[in-house]
């Protein structure tokens, strides 16, 4: 797996790298093939590192068979828990620092 941004909770952001190991570990031998075949449908190259190419692997992923398809939801949900939990976990970081330090208004009051 590459890790493109570690975020909070030691959680890493899915990508291309981790759908290929994933969807070997299902098919094996076989990966080859339907890696490319899933590509090709998502109009990759397998080198992207931006989180849209995952989106549209996991589309192409979810339009496969039935095995594949779940494959790709899995990803789809690590993928979109990744981002909420960032989100949140930034907004308590946020708050966290305007308790320790409030802004000159705050203390005035």
Same mark, same amino acid.
């Given at each position: 797996? =590459?890790?493109?941004?570690?975020?909070?909770?030691?959680? $890493?952001?899915?990508?291309?790298? #981790?759908?290929?190991?994933?969807?070997?570990?299902?098919?094996? $031998?076989?990966? /080859?093939?339907?890696?490319? /075949?899933? *590509?090709?449908?998502?109009?990759?190259?397998?080198? #992207? =590192? &931006? +989180?849209? @190419?995952? &989106?549209?692997?996991?589309?192409?992923?979810? $339009?496969?068979? +039935?095995?594949? $398809?779940?494959?790709?939801?899995?990803? @789809?949900?690590?993928?979109? =828990?990744?981002?909420?939990?960032?989100?949140?976990?930034?907004?308590?970081? &946020?708050? &966290?620092?305007? *308790?320790?330090? %409030? #802004? %000159?208004? @705050?203390?005035?009051?």
């Amino acid at each position: 797996m =590459t890790v493109v941004h570690r975020g909070p909770y030691e959680m $890493a952001r899915p990508d291309l790298g #981790e759908a290929r190991a994933a969807l070997h570990r299902l098919y094996g $031998a076989r990966t /080859d093939q339907l890696w490319d /075949d899933l *590509l090709r449908a998502a109009q990759l190259t397998g080198r #992207e =590192t &931006e +989180p849209a @190419a995952l &989106e549209r692997l996991v589309a192409a992923m979810l $339009a496969a068979d +039935p095995v594949t $398809a779940l494959c790709g939801r899995s990803l @789809a949900i690590r993928a979109s =828990t990744f981002v909420r939990l960032s989100a949140v976990h930034d907004l308590i970081r &946020e708050r &966290e620092r305007h *308790l320790e330090a %409030p #802004e %000159p208004s @705050a203390r005035a009051a």
